[in-house]
Each structure stands twice: as structure tokens, then as C-alpha cells.
């Protein structure tokens, strides 16, 4: 065989061979590329889940905290101190004053991030779950928002990738329907109430008012007049803390009517003078009111009661200014200021109550 023939030969044969390795050796890093490609995706959406698992958790062990508390509270006849700090603990202990909450076991804070850790782990994944922060507070007048920091830290021993980061989560936690437990446990457990917002409609019929607030309550103690002559007994004081209940407006003089804090007239008569919170056209509110009787006037839906509380199944909750939140429910207190948000009022009858036989509004009447 001619040596440049075999030459050749050996120079395809090792240009084959080097082809050869380098197919399999660029094979290789490829099927290592796809490996890692294929983990990193899965610990994408790993985390992903967790975010929303972590959100429904923390939802979840934040609403049997409450539930937990306002149990608690009333079958032992006390209130809680802290209820931001209580709801926290509760939350992610199930625990209260050194005692396991039933309704807590299995579904804290804690257990959900152990059971999630768990989960991680049969899937070959290391995972650490860390609650970085935790705040609950007053998001409006019937919901609390739950605002919640994890830190996450997922490492995957197979292609030694490790992801790190913080997800934040919010949550609205809505607490219509709980019992409320000022009332409960102040009235010795004689008068219970649950939050459930009032629905004013069709009381006394179609009124007409001179103020659009959305939210706003006029509440002020009864003055029932026949006529201009019955209000010179009052001061200006006086008059600026009650809501004028009468037949006619149009007897009285303008600058007379505006120092009350409201007005409320049988009649139809409309007034544009009036400057104060009125509601026209009742037909009956002087029939159907006390002296003594507490009502309230909504200044956005034309609107007004005096004895929405006949029985406890009626009962029902008004915005007010100066009201208990419901963290401030939650802790007996009903003076205004611990929690600076508009609270809520509800209307009680104390005939079945150790004071005077008259419509109050709780908070007011506890306090009294």
C-alpha cells in the first residue's frame, strides 16, 4: 500500500476520532444545559406556588386566630390586652395565655411553613421558610388587611442551584358575621351581637338630605318638639348635641335650626337654608320616638333610625367617628382614640340590662 495512501488513512482516522469526541463531549454539555435548564424552571415554579400557598396559609391561621380569640374571650368573660400582638402570637404558636387553642391545631403559621418544608424535601429540594414580618390592622370598617414578609431559601442538591429572595403578601380578612365581644362580655354574657352592617332600607320611606358624605353618621340624643316654643329651654350647647325631632320645620327659624346637630321632620317642607344634616318627609318620627332615644341619621342614604334594636335578631352596625374599632372591641375599650380609625356602633336595648330601659348606642351606653 502506498505510504501517502495510508498517511491519509491515518489522518482520516484520527479526524474522525477527534469529530467523534468532540460530538460526544458537546452531547454531554448539552444534556448537562437541558439538566439544569429543567431544575432551574422547576425551582421557578416551586417558588411561585409558595407565594400563593404562603399567602392562603397565613389567611388561613390569621382568621382562626380571631375566631380562637373571640371564643376565648367570651367563654371566659375577659378581654385580650394586645390584639395585634395576640393575633400574631395566636397565629403562629395556636397558643393563649400558656393554652393550646383547639380550633389552632395543625393550621399555624408554623405548621403550614413545616408541612411545606416537608413537601420540599420528598421532592429532593432543601427549602427554608422564615416569616420576616407580620402585621395585622384595620383596612375599613368591616375588613383587616394581614400584611406578611417570608424569606425563602430553596436549594436543589442535584444542580446545585439555590434561589433566595422575599415575598410579600397581602391579605384581606374579612370579619362580618363574627360575634362581637364587647357587648357579650360587658352584659355578662346577656346580649349578644354579631357584625353585620345595617341596611336602612325602606325605613320610614323616601326622605330627602342636604349632605353626600359616603360615610358619615349623624348620632345625637333626641330633642322632640311640637313646636319653636318648646326649644328655648335648650342652650347652644345643648342644642349642638341633639338632633331635632319635630312635625314641622317650617315653623321654626332658620338660625334656630341650625345650631342642632340634625333635624328630622314629619313634613315635606324642604328648607334650603337648612345647613345641618336633615331628613324630610318621615310621615311618623315623632310617633315613634322617645325623649330619651338615641338616633342616627345617614347623611349619604336618605335614611334615619331610632329603634332599629327590637329584638337581638335585628340588631346591626353603624359606622361612627367616635366609635370602638374592632380591635378595641376586641379588648373592652370603649373610648375613642387607642386605634385612630373610624369604629362602629350598634344600637342595644337595656330592658334586658341592669341600666335604664332606653336605646343606646353600646359603646356609649358601657361607658356611661
Same mark, same amino acid.
Given at each position: ?83 395585634? @400582638? /395576640? ?10 395565655? *400558656?393554652? %393550646? +387553642?383547639?380550633?389552632?391545631? $395543625?393550621? =399555624? ?82 346580649? @349578644? /351581637? ?10 320610614? *320611606?323616601? %326622605? +330627602?338630605?342636604?349632605?353626600? $358624605?359616603? =360615610? ?153
Amino acid at each position: 500500500m502506498p505510504k501517502g495512501f495510508v498517511y491519509t488513512l491515518f489522518v482520516v482516522a484520527v479526524t474522525l476520532s477527534l469529530v467523534t469526541l468532540i460530538s460526544i463531549h458537546a452531547s454531554s454539555e448539552n444534556t448537562i444545559d437541558t439538566s439544569a435548564r429543567i431544575r432551574s424552571t422547576l425551582l421557578l415554579n416551586i417558588l411561585n406556588d409558595l407565594n400563593d400557598d404562603l399567602a392562603r396559609s397565613s389567611y388561613i391561621a390569621t382568621k382562626r386566630a380571631i375566631l380562637s380569640l373571640t371564643d376565648y374571650t367570651i367563654t371566659n368573660g375577659s378581654f385580650i390586652n394586645d390584639t395585634e @400582638s /395576640t393575633i400574631f402570637d395566636v397565629s403562629t404558636t395556636g397558643e393563649y395565655n *400558656g393554652s %393550646a +387553642l383547639p380550633l389552632m391545631k $395543625n393550621t =399555624t403559621i408554623n405548621d403550614w411553613t413545616v408541612s411545606i418544608q416537608d413537601i420540599l424535601s420528598k421532592m429532593g429540594i432543601e427549602g427554608t421558610i422564615t416569616l420576616e414580618s407580620y402585621t395585622v390592622r384595620q383596612r375599613d370598617l368591616y375588613n383587616l388587611e394581614l400584611a406578611t414578609v417570608y424569606e425563602l431559601d430553596i436549594y436543589d442538591p442535584v444542580s446545585t442551584i439555590r434561589m433566595k429572595r422575599n415575598v410579600t403578601q397581602n391579605v384581606t380578612i374579612d370579619y362580618n358575621y363574627f360575634e362581637d365581644t364587647l357587648n357579650t362580655v360587658k352584659s355578662n354574657m346577656l346580649f @349578644s /351581637t354579631a357584625y353585620i352592617l345595617c341596611n336602612l332600607s325602606g325605613t320610614y *320611606g323616601k %326622605a +330627602l338630605v342636604s349632605s353626600t $358624605n359616603a =360615610t358619615n353618621w349623624t348620632v345625637g340624643r333626641v330633642f322632640k318638639s311640637t313646636g319653636p316654643g318648646d326649644i328655648i329651654s335648650l342652650s347652644g350647647n345643648q342644642r349642638a348635641e341633639r338632633i331635632l325631632i319635630t312635625q314641622n320645620i317650617s315653623k321654626y327659624a332658620l338660625s334656630d335650626i341650625n345650631e342642632f346637630k340634625g333635624v328630622i321632620s314629619e313634613t315635606s317642607d324642604n328648607l334650603a337654608g337648612i345647613t345641618i344634616p336633615k331628613i324630610i318627609g318621615t310621615n311618623d318620627a315623632c310617633s315613634n320616638t322617645e325623649d330619651s332615644y338615641i338616633p342616627a341619621m345617614s347623611t349619604e342614604i336618605d335614611k334615619w333610625i331610632n329603634n332599629i334594636m327590637t329584638t337581638q335578631e335585628t340588631t346591626c352596625f353603624i359606622e361612627h367617628e367616635y366609635g370602638p374599632t374592632f380591635f378595641d372591641r376586641m379588648e373592652g375599650n370603649v373610648t375613642y382614640g387607642k386605634y385612630s380609625t373610624t369604629g362602629t356602633a350598634t344600637f342595644i336595648d337595656p330592658r334586658v340590662l341592669p341600666k335604664k330601659p332606653q336605646k343606646e348606642l353600646d359603646f356609649i351606653y358601657w361607658n356611661s
